[in-house]
């Protein structure tokens, strides 16, 4: 069976009632809302909320589901609209403040087992807050979940261009940061 279908069969089981489906797409999904999350916002207490209300919309809007995409892709558009209002919704200093140095457990993503120790991690993670927000949900997914341009495509509505654009954008400030930093 693809997730696809099971991702269906699982929606379709909670539409008829059974709650038991929905903690399956929980289980399923949780750890990739909150990292995305934490990737976004730079902090796991604003991951943990974005989780949070993430679930809730999920809860409330699969009946609406219609799979014109996939569950993830749903999922990952919710996880990032939540994630980019919460940004703007917060202060400038609170924006580019890194509090939580645990990041280190993210070892899902191959550019942070490149970089060289755990300081290196932190300093490149406090310089991503510092670029725009498309610039970053482009470089982290493209940089750190590895993902293709035509699969940031399909997540995000973006043409590939403009990605390709924002990721080269995203990359040299990045690395002009970090270079001034020294």
Known sequence: MTEQNNDYNLIERFNSGDETA??????????????????????????????????????????????????YT???????TRSINLLRRRSVREIFSFQDNEFDKASDSDIL????????????LKHLQKIPVKQREVFMLRAIDGLSYDEISELTGKSVGG???????????ITGLMQNEE
């Open 74 to 80: 749903w999922i990952y558009t919710i996880t990032s």
């Open 22 to 71: 929905f903690n399956e797409i929980v289980r399923k999904y949780q750890q990739r809302i909150y990292w995305h999350a934490r990737r976004m916002t730079g902090n796991h207490l604003d991951a943990d909320e974005i989780v949070q209300e993430v679930l809730l919309v999920m809860y409330k809007k699969l009946k609406d589901f219609r799979f014109k995409s996939s569950l």
């Open 163 to 173: 990605l390709k654009s924002n990721y080269f954008h995203a990359l040299k400030k």
């Open 113 to 124: 087992t490149e970089l060289e120790n755990k300081e290196e991690v932190i300093r490149m």
